[in-house]
């Protein structure tokens, strides 16, 4: 099984638009980390947001939140006013356990694009 | 800010070939680990690095591949006889050594074989 599915290969939004993409996983470690980034088509994978396993309440970093239902297995990734920088591949990745040493298992992505 | 840096950030070479792609992680990191992706496809993990020794591979990263961390600033991925489908971007990626052990990636080594 995957251990991280990104069901929508890719998605369109309105500049200025909210946009929500999915991200399911699979694991059976109580301790577990997920983390996006985000792949412009320059390539470079940039940190975006992290959610904690045991974490209460939904991340946020500015424009990004991300909407963890634990009992759902999902962890879907909210861009609020959006902009057309934000046109992109984005990643949901999952870390098992908890040492840093734990490497990242990534999913398929999603390829975002802004409309103007 | 710091960040990781890798060079070459294109490299092409013949089938049979060994390559070497280098890797500067941030400087106060402790974990290195080597991703590849190739075109089209997701990230896919290689090995991880810490102490100076590897602490987990996939099964990718088999008897072609090998890594080092010469010094103290560089880190290395060695394929010693490259084949076609080696052909991907490589990642370098190191963290902190803390929670929430977020990766940062380096901008990626293009690599071609023909």
């Known amino acids: 099984a995957q251990k991280i599915t990104q069901t929508q290969p890719g998605m369109f939004v309105q500049e200025k638009e909210a946009v929500t993409l999915d991200c399911t996983y699979d694991t059976s470690d109580p301790s577990y980390g997920l983390f996006w980034y985000k792949q412009p088509s320059s390539g470079e994978m940039i940190f975006l947001i992290y959610?904690?396993?045991?974490?209460?309440q939904n991340a946020t970093e500015g424009r990004y939140s991300l909407n963890f239902q634990k009992a759902r297995k999902s962890a879907n990734l909210v861009i609020s006013a959006s902009q057309l920088g934000d046109s992109a591949m984005y990643f949901c990745?999952?870390?098992?356990?908890?040492?840093?040493?734990?490497?990242?298992?990534f999913g398929t992505g999603t390829r975002l694009t802004v409309i103007p | 800010e710091p960040e990781v840096t890798q060079t070459p950030s294109h490299q092409v070479t013949q089938m049979g070939q060994e390559v070497i792609l280098r890797c500067v992680p941030i400087s106060n990191h402790l974990y290195f680990y080597w991703y590849r992706q190739i075109l089209g496809q997701k990230v896919e993990f290689l090995v991880s690095f810490y102490n100076n020794e590897i602490s987990e591979k996939s099964e990718i990263f088999d008897d072609q591949f090998s890594v080092e961390r010469p010094d103290g600033s560089n880190f290395t991925l060695k394929i010693r006889s490259t084949k076609l489908e080696d052909s991907a971007m490589y990642f370098c990626?190191?963290?902190?050594?803390?929670?929430?052990?977020?990766?940062?990636f380096g901008p990626g080594t293009r690599l071609t074989v023909t």
């Open positions: 990745a999952m870390r098992e356990g908890t040492t840093g040493a734990n490497n990242l298992f």
């Open positions: 990626a190191s963290n902190s050594g803390t929670l929430p052990y977020e990766q940062y």
């Open positions: 959610q904690g396993s045991y974490d209460q």
